[in-house]
């Protein structure tokens, strides 16, 4: 059974930095893309963020330069970590595993059930 848990959500003034990770089981995630999406209240997910099995790694256009994601495969692990947060940062933040290299949301299949960050101003 494939399970993927985040971890390192919290409250952050603005300025400051979190780092989220996303623990993977179930798979050989040395294969898997994982991304990272984000949900804040009453707005639809939206991607924030991948990396591929070949460390290729996309960003949306409002993360560039503050967000950076790393994996271990060693650890079955991905980070993601933000810097820079600011109160429109504020949202569940999910991960999510697919197969193959440039995935849109629909592709993923697998997620986790999401961790909370709160951006203070």
């Known amino acids: 059974q494939v399970q993927l848990v985040e971890s390192g959500g919290g409250l952050v003034q603005a300025g400051g930095s979190l780092r989220l990770s996303c623990t993977a089981s179930g798979l050989t995630f040395r294969l898997y893309t994982i991304g990272w999406f984000r949900q804040a209240p009453g707005k639809e997910r939206e991607f924030v963020i991948f990396?591929?099995?070949?460390?290729?790694?996309t960003y949306a256009e409002p993360v560039k330069g503050r967000f950076t994601i790393s994996r271990d495969n060693a650890k079955n692990t991905v980070y993601l970590q933000m810097n820079s947060l600011n109160p429109e940062d504020t949202a569940v933040y999910y991960c999510?595993?697919?197969?193959?290299?440039?995935?849109?949301?629909?592709?993923?299949?697998?997620w986790g059930q999401g961790t909370q960050v709160t951006v203070s101003s």
């Open positions: 990396i591929s099995a070949i460390n290729g790694i």
């Open positions: 999510a595993a697919t197969l193959g290299p440039k995935p849109l949301q629909d592709d993923y299949n697998y």
